[in-house]
């Protein structure tokens, strides 16, 4: 296992339980952390998103409690919280009547910490599990198969020693030099299709006072204005971060976002993220996190049926990764873990058919999403564009794009606070418990959006989620 982020450690975590013996090789030297908050301040430099905002969706949720509820478990010792569907609603929701298959939608809210800590745990506590750290990997070993086709048989480290294994798993996260190793060995290219999210996004970590406790969750936690996306996110053991993401062109909105003091006063300025800095919380840390360089990145280990090679399976971002803040990433990269742990109890002793049943249900299950993310950060880079340079970009009624976004705005925002079917159907597709278009093929579901949207004359305009233009944002944040 080429790799100690959530996807490496959930890959071994699973495979060790099906009596696999797996090896960990984790790059980073750091001691192991006696607790959550120690593991906040872990030196995980392979791993530079460890300190901004994530979710833990449904589907993983409920992965883990089918599969590996001691984790779970483990994870609310540690100071996780379950956040079940129903609670927090809006007070306008009045007729809310839970239905049977309501404990799906239960997430998580933890820091990326803490959950990486605790999966080592559980790593480090099973006695099939060996975990190296401070060991790179810079290629790996082949010998010539049957097939055809090159048999990996286990990797060379940077200090010139080589390990063979039966498998080689590879969770390098975004950075993986995976196709640079393939090349290494006469295979590839490897095909890749990458898209700029078009954002840059800094993070920022709290802890309520003593006495305190978190505002109630009755909207959005997060929002849209073009301008700037932002969210909040609920942590473990009573803290929490908020994300502002700026299009990649402001760098007059990145730069000043920088700076935390002008941070706080923007994030003060949003709708879902001013009741968390209203006196309640402390920073946790002085600094902002900055992340840029962030890609929609697909890349494509088995090609027209035929594997590049056998022997090597890629998990996680090494072979999907999306805009973090859809906050996908941990999900997919344990549902990737899920779904190759499936291929290998099928076809252990065919790694042909196991290269190939894996890249398929990777293309079945978590694809879809890849492309869902691809689009919509399209259309966000169009209007962020637009509102950079000046423009309105709701004026041009005709754009079928303008009248979908009138949609969503004043028609799927109000019935999220008052509709139950619309609220169920777009929270089971922000935990990629249905599929990315299941809410615009519902008639049901859009028949509901869209006679709210059609009384919007009838009824007050809608609160803004913060300012609606770029500039008077920017004039109300700190010089």
């Known amino acids: 296992m080429v790799g100690g982020g959530v996807s490496g450690l959930s890959t071994a975590v699973k495979l060790s339980r099906r009596g696999h013996a797996v090896t960990v090789l984790e790059r980073d030297d750091t001691p192991m952390p006696e607790s959550a908050d120690q593991a906040f301040f872990w030196d995980r430099r392979g791993a530079p998103q460890v300190r901004h905002s994530h979710a833990f969706l449904a589907r993983l949720v409920g992965l883990l409690r089918e599969n590996e509820p001691d984790v779970l478990d483990m994870l609310v010792a540690a100071g996780a919280t379950e956040m ?97 190793w393939l090349s290494d060995i006469g295979v590839g290219p490897v095909p890749e299709f990458s898209e700029d999210t078009g954002i840059v996004y800094a993070s920022r970590f709290y802890r309520l006072k003593p006495g305190h406790t978190y505002p109630p969750r009755l909207g959005p936690i997060g929002g849209d204005l073009g301008y700037i996306k932002y969210g909040v996110f609920v942590g473990d053991n009573d803290t929490f971060s908020i994300t502002l993401a700026t299009p990649t062109d402001d760098s007059e909105l990145r730069t000043r976002l920088a ?60 072979v999907v990764c999306t805009n973090p803040l859809y906050g996908r990433g941990c999900s997919t990269g344990y549902w990737g873990a899920h779904l190759m742990s499936e291929a290998i109890d099928a076809h252990a002793d065919d790694l042909q058919a196991l290269a190939v049943e894996y890249d398929a249900a990777i293309g079945r299950e978590i694809m879809p999403w890849y492309r869902a993310g691809v689009e919509q950060d399209a259309e966000a880079r169009r209007v962020a564009s637009r509102m950079l340079s000046g423009e309105d970009p709701d004026t041009d009624t005709s754009d079928p794009k303008t009248f979908m976004r009138s949609v969503l705005r004043e028609g799927l925002l109000p019935a999220l606070r008052s509709d139950q079917v619309v609220l169920r159907a777009f929270m089971r597709n922000l935990n990629l418990l249905s599929s990315p278009d299941a809410m615009m093929k519902d008639p049901e579901v859009m028949n509901r959006v869209f006679a709210i949207w059609q009384d919007r004359e009838n009824r007050p305009p809608e609160i803004p989620m913060g300012p609606r233009r770029r500039r008077e944002f920017l004039e109300l944040l700190p010089a």
């Open 259 to 318: 700076d935390p003091a002008v941070f706080d006063e923007a994030a003060r300025q949003l709708v879902a993220t001013a009741p968390y800095l209203d006196g309640r919380a402390e920073p946790l840390v002085s600094e902002v996190y900055v992340m840029a360089g962030l890609l929609n990145r697909h890349r494509e280990y088995v090609v027209d049926g035929r594997p590049l090679v056998l022997g090597m399976l890629p998990v996680g971002d090494a």
């Open 84 to 180: 079940p569907f129903g609670q927090d609603l809006p007070p306008t929701m009045v007729d809310f009547s839970p239905q049977p298959d309501d404990h799906e939608l239960t997430m998580l809210t933890c820091r990326r910490t803490t959950f990486e800590w605790v999966l080592r745990r559980a790593v480090l506590n099973d006695g099939r599990v060996r975990f190296r750290t401070g060991v790179g990997v810079n290629g790996l070993t082949h010998e010539p198969h049957p097939s055809g086709l090159p048999r990996i048989t286990g990797v060379r480290m940077e200090d010139g020693s080589q390990l063979n294994a039966d498998l080689v798993v590879v969770a390098g996260g975004r950075r993986s030099t995976l196709p640079e």
